[in-house]
């Protein structure tokens, strides 16, 4: 059977299986499924927060919290109907997350998983002890859902409204994932790279932090009104930290991880709290001791979870991401051959007492390609990095067709129309080459997220996939269309990195060393692919150690020693010039 | 408030504080050599309080298996490492420290426990059961993964606590425990009586943050540990061996959180999971010296517990609220500083 039948059926299997669940599970079985369902649901916001994006959530319990206090408050002082309730707990959910994420998403890695213990605690906290939210006792009486003519009332009842929930939000981070927002999200690892293609990092971490608050929001919701009762313990960490533990167990950056992994550890948790208290002889919540080893064996040993070994089980899916046909996305015309686009002016760059760049200056026209040479250490990278907007200038000036370009972030210049490529390639290495190639589009496209859990964007995601296939065929690598980035030579990933910067729709190019690695005849279709650029208008910027390659295929040559200018010209008359034969060989008077 | 009391909470916040900043050293310690924040140091505190609190009863505490049943793991995990590698050299020093080490103490405990010895000999069982933890659980969580980044260590550090939280509660039942204060002396300090258990508790932990500062300073196995902390890939190049160095961080750590403990115990009943939270506030004192620094780390411990103290005072029930809140603005201030365009992010 072909592969994508075979895991429809699987799909279609476990839907059956759910639905039919009522019909034949206990009234036990049905109400640990409705806490499988309840605990996906936060689960899922993990995976996207904390598995895709690498942002790490001490705190999701406190979400829950926040959202099953807000409803059970309304509903039962103000006597508000639960559907109200609902939008009041999202908002509520919402205003928390947006002001918690404001601090501490700009704290990076292990810092601010511990500033989300730190807000996680707190929260808890602020349930237990502040008057009017009950106390440790709780809220009791939260009214049942209903809906005209149908109440939900008995834990059957339940099961389909939490699992269309679950589902509907698992449907939703799918989509999001397989979007150009969802690429964005998953360049968040790579802040660097996410922001010198047009990805506001600081934005996006909010909004995952915010959607991830909001489906921990639901689930709060969900859980007041099918428990109609609310108290401060299962808003703990202790909580959270089971939220973490599922999405490790499940496989942290699997969607279907967030179910299998709160499968796994809901029924592993109720299995043990009904053996270990006969087995130690005596009552208290002793399976954290078996959760605690379990996660630490599993990261000795199996860190990537549940989901990854399942899905090799399956047969791979064997269809090409790249989209037969699609309307072309529209490209900005290049400026007349021959004017002047960039211009470098006195370019300073200080770290601490050293001038790395120190009042360098040149002009790049439209149709040519600059080189820029010089020894190792003379500054080529960081001049890279002061055009590109990645390295503050300590003075001078950069003008892109005679607008000031420093001061600028890295995001605005791409959009301006100068993509590059980095010398130490910055790529996803488990997505494949076109969606790689396609997060260089992004700038090209407007949908959003919420667009994207809708699927609403299919047209435009067809057209930047249809893109970014173009211009991974355009440099070459059409059969590893779709085989993962990390799978390539170093020499391929460079040019996925130029075919990248291609698909950023960019007048002006900048290659850092894009022929290290290469082989010769790679080197000569790199050297045809760069002069059909130029013919067609594009400027290119190059700053390669392959002297032969670049005396070959540049117009004009710029040498830099100790960040100045040493020398500038046609590659024949600097190959020639003095100064630039001493940079490179030492001077020819000190030997004996 | 006035002066008076406003005095007591300064001193009951000084106390407090002077054992945060414990905690806090060894934290920062255990996470300069081995990049491993121990948010389970807590449990040695627990374990060190709880421990005492079982021999002033005249029993032998559940440290005892804890001790014999972790010890026995870390040795077969060192066997089994031995046999795939069949490089035998190690394990007599494994057998020594996760066998026959544990086997005394117990054997000690065994017999010492039932004839009630004075205090001094309690408080040095209570404290001996518990250090040998501290190698032995960085031999089984911790070792296996030096090479992982901040953030799994963090993750398996979680979960380490999670752990140990579950013993704590199997070895020494959910109830409290608070041991009798270790003297009756009292001292006026102008306005203020002193209680001899607070000035022990200053004292004590001033003379081992001291000890703390001569053993980095003046001892070959301090300097081991501090080139360890600066430079992992140098200290190994040098011939110290980095899992030695995190035995020793680890072990300091355990001595660090049971001498806590048994401090603590007179002045506070202690739960099974009491010592988390207390570890967790000598933790904002850490993040306070950005995790690098001995003395901006302990005056920041010193500054939580005066913090806590007054908060206590004001709003008795939210006093965890705002120590823990107080832990986001430091860290925001100390990400700020330290944050660079880019750097990138673990994987």
């Given amino acids: 059977m072909n592969a994508v039948l075979l895991r429809r059926a699987v799909l279609g299997l476990f839907l059956l299986a759910l639905a039919l669940a009522p019909a034949f599970g206990g009234d036990f079985t049905i109400t640990l499924l409705n806490y499988i369902g309840l605990y996906s649901l936060v689960a899922l916001g993990l995976v996207l927060l904390t598995g895709v994006a690498g942002l790490t959530s001490f705190g999701q319990a406190a979400f829950v919290g926040v959202g099953a206090y807000t409803t059970a408050i309304l509903t039962t002082r103000f006597g508000i109907s639960p559907w109200l309730g609902l939008p009041a707990a999202l908002a509520a959910t919402a205003v928390v997350a947006l002001i918690l994420g404001w601090l501490t998403l700009r704290l990076s890695g292990h810092y601010l998983a511990l500033g989300t213990i730190a807000w996680g605690i707190s929260l808890s906290y602020v349930f237990g002890n502040v008057q009017g939210l009950g106390g440790f006792n709780g809220i009791p009486e939260v009214p049942s859902l209903s809906i005209p003519g149908y109440k939900f009332e008995t834990t059957r009842q339940y099961f389909y409204l939490i699992w269309l929930v679950t589902l509907l939000a698992l449907a939703s981070i799918v989509g999001l994932l397989d979007s150009r927002p969802g690429r964005a999200i998953r360049a968040l690892r790579n802040p660097v790279m996410a922001e010198s293609f047009g990805i506001d990092t600081a934005r996006l971490k909010i909004w995952v932090f915010l959607y991830a608050a909001l489906l921990a929001g639901v689930a709060g919701w969900l859980h007041a009104h099918y428990l109609r009762f609310v108290n401060p313990g299962p808003f703990g960490l202790g909580y959270s930290l089971e939220y973490l533990f599922m999405i490790v167990v499940g496989g942290a950056g699997h969607v279907w991880g967030a179910i299998a992994g709160a499968a796994l550890i809901t029924g592993l948790k109720t299995w043990l709290q009904g053996i270990l208290p006969k087995l130690l002889g005596s009552s208290g919540q002793f399976e954290t001791i078996v959760f605690g080893i379990l996660i630490v064996l599993l990261l000795q040993y199996a860190s990537d979870g549940l989901m990854p070994w399942l899905d090799r089980l399956l047969p791979r899916r064997k269809v090409s991401r790249a989209p037969a046909e699609a309307k072309a996305l529209g490209q900005a015309a290049f400026p007349a051959r021959g004017s002047v686009i960039l211009e470098v002016e006195d370019a300073q760059k200080a770290f601490g007492g050293l001038m790395a760049v120190n009042g360098l200056g040149f002009q790049i026209k439209a149709g040519e390609i600059l080189g820029l040479i010089g020894p190792n250490g003379a500054g080529k990278s960081t001049m890279f990095n002061l055009i590109t907007g990645l390295l503050p200038m300590s003075g001078g000036q950069v003008r892109f067709q005679g607008e000031r370009l420093d001061g600028l972030p890295a995001r605005a210049i791409v959009g301006r129309g100068i993509a590059r490529t980095f010398q130490h390639v910055h790529l996803r290495p488990a997505m494949s080459v076109i969606e790689n190639v396609a997060i260089g589009a992004t700038r090209r496209g407007r949908k959003g997220m919420v667009s994207a859990a809708l699927r609403l964007e299919r047209a435009e995601e067809r057209q930047i996939l249809f893109e970014a296939a173009r211009q991974v065929r355009r440099v070459g690598l059409a059969e590893h269309m779709d085989d993962a980035v990390g799978s390539l030579a170093l020499g391929q990933q460079r040019i996925v990195e130029i075919a990248r910067a291609l698909a950023a729709d960019p007048v002006l190019l900048l290659l850092d060393e894009p022929a290290a690695g290469l082989r010769h005849q790679e080197k000569q279709a790199l050297a045809a692919l760069l002069r059909g650029l130029r013919d067609q208008g594009m400027a290119i910027l190059l700053v390669e150690h392959d002297i032969a390659f670049v005396m070959g295929l540049v117009d004009r040559l710029v040498v830099m020693d100790f960040g100045e200018k040493i020398a500038e010209g046609p590659p024949e008359r600097v190959r020639r010039d003095p100064k630039v034969i001493e940079a490179y060989l030492g001077s020819a008077g000190t030997g004996p | ?347």
């Fill in chain 2, 1 to 347: 408030m006035n002066f008076d009391i406003a005095l007591l909470l300064i001193q009951d916040g000084i106390v407090n504080g002077a054992l945060y900043a414990l905690l806090a050293l060894a934290l920062l310690l255990v996470f300069a050599v081995s990049r491993v924040m121990f948010v389970a140091q807590g449990e040695f505190v627990t374990f060190g309080a709880l421990s005492l609190a079982v021999l002033q009863q005249g029993s032998m505490p559940g440290t005892v298996w804890l001790l014999l049943i972790l010890g026995g793991l870390a040795f077969l995990a060192d066997l089994a490492v031995a046999w795939k590698t069949k490089r035998w050299e190690g394990l007599r020093g494994s057998a020594l420290l996760n066998l026959a080490l544990p086997i005394l103490l117990g054997g000690l405990a065994y017999w010492l426990a039932p004839l009630k010895p004075p205090l001094a000999v309690q408080v040095i069982l209570a404290v001996a059961l518990v250090v040998p933890l501290g190698p032995i659980v960085y031999r089984l969580a911790f070792q296996p993964l030096a090479n992982a980044s901040v953030l799994v260590l963090l993750f398996v550090a979680v979960a380490v606590h999670y752990a140990l939280l579950g013993l704590g509660l199997l070895f020494f039942g959910a109830e409290g425990w608070r041991t009798p204060a270790f003297t009756s002396f009292r001292v006026s300090v102008g306005p203020m009586l002193v209680s001899g258990q607070s000035l022990l508790v200053i004292g004590s932990s001033a003379v081992l943050i001291l000890l703390l500062t001569l053993f980095f300073n003046r001892t070959l196995w301090g300097k081991a540990l501090r080139a360890t902390a600066v430079n992992r890939v140098g200290a190994r190049l040098v011939g110290i061996r980095t899992e030695a160095a995190g035995r020793l961080a680890f072990a300091l750590t355990a001595l660090f959180g049971a001498l806590s403990g048994v401090l603590i115990s007179p002045i506070t009943t202690i739960y099974y999971d009491t010592g988390f939270l207390i570890a967790l506030k000598g933790f904002v004192g850490t993040a306070i010296g950005a995790m690098v620094s001995y003395p901006i780390a302990a005056l920041g411990a010193l500054f939580v517990g005066l913090l806590e103290s007054f908060a206590s005072f004001e709003a008795s029930a939210l006093k965890e609220v705002i120590v823990f809140s107080l832990l986001i603005p430091v860290l925001l201030w100390r990400s700020l500083k330290t944050h660079h365009v880019g750097e990138e992010e673990e994987e």
